[in-house]
């Protein structure tokens, strides 16, 4: 089962959370037929990675290669970039929020 010596098992997945320090959590998702009824159904699973940098944010595509086990979850690495996705900038969003700019705020302006 475990399949040829010295290969590992290689996923591509996006980042879903960079909370943690030296960690990020990649998604990866995949398409399975159900076993009744045939239809295409999405399966996700979700595995903790090592990133020694630190440089990964939520919504980046990565590529995840299997490593020997670093914690008691952790038994990925991150090897490579795919995609950097563009996050929205701190200060726009903190400028929106101290503008407060929904329309209920504004309709309770006037």
């Known amino acids: 089962m475990a399949g040829a010596p010295g290969r590992r098992k290689v996923q591509i997945g996006r980042v879903v ?3 943690m320090n030296k960690t990020v959590v990649v998604e990866v998702a995949r398409q399975a037929a159900h076993p009744i009824y045939g239809k295409s159904v999405r399966r996700v699973s979700r595995f903790k990675a090592h990133s020694e940098q630190n ?4 919504g980046d ?6 490593t020997k ?3 008691k979850d952790k038994r990925w690495r991150v090897s490579a970039l795919v995609q950097r996705t563009e996050a929205p900038q701190a200060e726009q969003v903190a ?13 309770a302006k006037s």
């Open 17 to 19: 959370s960079d909370k």
């Open 69 to 71: 086990p670093l914690s």
């Open 95 to 107: 400028a929106a929020a101290a503008a407060d700019v929904t329309p209920a705020a504004e309709e």
């Open 55 to 58: 440089q990964y944010r939520v």
């Open 61 to 66: 595509l990565v590529r995840i290669e299997e």
